[in-house]
C-alpha cells in the first residue's frame, strides 16, 4: 500500500495514500468548498462506485490524525461538503 506522510510539529504523521490526496486537494484550494461529490471524482475518480460517506469517513480519519486541530484545519459546511482553513 502506497504510503504518503506529512509533519506536525516535527513529527511524521503517515497517511494513507486517498488521506493524502484528499488533505492536499483541500489545503491547495484556497478555502474552496467541495461538495461531496466533487472530493469523490477529484480523489477517487469518475469511475469510483461509491458515495458520499466514503469521504466522510476519510475526512473522520483525517481528523485523527490531525487531532487537536482538526476542526480548525478541516471545516464541515452543513448541506454542503468540506473545506480546509488556511488561517
Do not use: C, P, Q
Amino acid at each position: 500500500m502506497n504510503k504518503r506522510a506529512i509533519k506536525k510539529d516535527g513529527k511524521i504523521l503517515k497517511l494513507t495514500l486517498k488521506e493524502y490526496e484528499l488533505l492536499k486537494l483541500l489545503a491547495l484550494g484556497n478555502g474552496k468548498v467541495y461538495s461531496r461529490e466533487s472530493l469523490l471524482n477529484e480523489v477517487w475518480g469518475y469511475d469510483y462506485y461509491g458515495d458520499g460517506r466514503t469521504v466522510d469517513v476519510h475526512i473522520h480519519n483525517l481528523r485523527k490524525i490531525l487531532s487537536d486541530e482538526a476542526e480548525a484545519y478541516i471545516v464541515t459546511i452543513r448541506g454542503v461538503g468540506y473545506r480546509f482553513n488556511n488561517g
